[in-house]
């Protein structure tokens, strides 16, 4: 069984708005899925199902090998976007509140969390009300809480929202620890920098529907437009590239003659990439030949652009 999470053609209408239209996703176990999608493609919709803080018109969703039912909560940890944290309680009291919530006793609880509140140095803040943490310092508890009761899946929603560089990456090392431990995890997110670093499958939701799925590499193959960043030492830099128009797509060039350095982005026919390799070995000495692999930020706004224009 390698999928911890399966939806099989959900479908949920909010009136005669459709949220989601037959979205069929396999989530595979122990490992980091992002979600993905513009404002109101049906990303949090989705995850609400799988909270079950709502439910589908139709479809099916199975959790560890099983249809899901109101049990499998107690496996599943949510941080959503928005948090929702009770300000006027103390940090300690309300970590413990919400850990026994997850079905954790008060010794387990306070013992875990002495864990964490050791791990990120902020055991002084046990007795402090939320309101009186900055939005960064409180989204460290909200991760705290979400993470404690150690369960099979996780849902991350933006995440990252109001954390500093220094802190987004101390959040991020976690999640990368949680996941080598076993931890299944879903992540949704629009930092699409952050998908390159953490996600090795990718779903993209646009309108309610699901456009694209699969291994991120895979994806990014698939992408591929034969685009090469070609650098060389040459004496003959102009006429080179006046050459090599004729024949090819030249994106953009820039030819130092001073120092006789050309570079030059092209794209090649898929079968040509052997052939002007061998040939421009010819025309000076080359530095790097090397082929631009599309990033998830490209493919995100190329594929939504393209189902845009073909609706």
């Not at 513009?38 to 199975?62: E, F």
């Not at 090599?244 to 953009?252: M, N, P």
């Not at 820039?254 to 040509?272: A, H, M, W, Y």
């Amino acid at each position: 069984m390698n999928n911890i999470l399966v939806t099989k053609e959900v479908t949920k209408h909010f009136g005669k708005h459709i949220a989601l239209n037959n979205v069929s996703l396999e989530i595979p176990r122990n490992s980091i899925y992002g979600l993905l999608g513009p404002n109101g493609a049906g990303k949090t919709t989705l995850i609400r199902i799988i909270n079950q803080i709502t439910y589908p018109d139709s479809g099916k969703v199975y959790f560890d090998g099983k249809e899901l039912m109101p049990e499998h909560i107690a496996q599943i940890g949510y941080l959503p976007e928005e948090r929702g944290l009770y300000k006027s309680m103390k940090v300690g009291e309300q970590a413990l509140y919400l850990a026994q919530l997850k079905g954790l006793s008060k010794t387990e609880a306070k013992k875990r969390l002495k864990y964490w509140f050791d791990r990120f140095e902020i055991g002084e803040w046990w007795n402090k009300k939320i309101q009186e943490l900055s939005k960064g310092m409180a989204q460290k508890i909200q991760f705290i809480v979400t993470i404690l009761h150690e369960p099979k899946l996780l849902i991350f929603d933006e995440p990252f929202s109001g954390f500093d560089p220094i802190n987004a990456n101390i959040i991020k090392e976690e999640i990368i620890n949680l996941k080598e431990k076993g931890t299944s995890i879903i992540f949704s997110t629009h930092r699409m920098e952050s998908v390159e670093e953490l996600c090795e499958h990718i779903a993209l939701i646009h309108q309610s529907e699901k456009i694209l799925d699969g291994r991120l590499s895979d994806i990014k193959k698939e992408y591929k437009n034969n685009i090469y960043n070609v650098g060389m030492h040459t004496e003959k830099g102009e006429a080179l590239l006046e050459e090599l128009s004729q024949k090819f797509h030249i994106i953009s060039s820039e030819n130092n003659q001073s120092e006789q350095q050309l570079k030059f982005e092209i794209q090649l026919p898929e079968t040509d990439s052997g052939e002007i390799l061998a040939y421009l070995a010819t025309k000076g000495n080359l530095n790097n030949f090397v082929e631009t692999i599309p990033s998830a930020n490209e493919i995100f706004i190329r594929t939504v652009q393209s189902k845009s224009i073909n609706e």
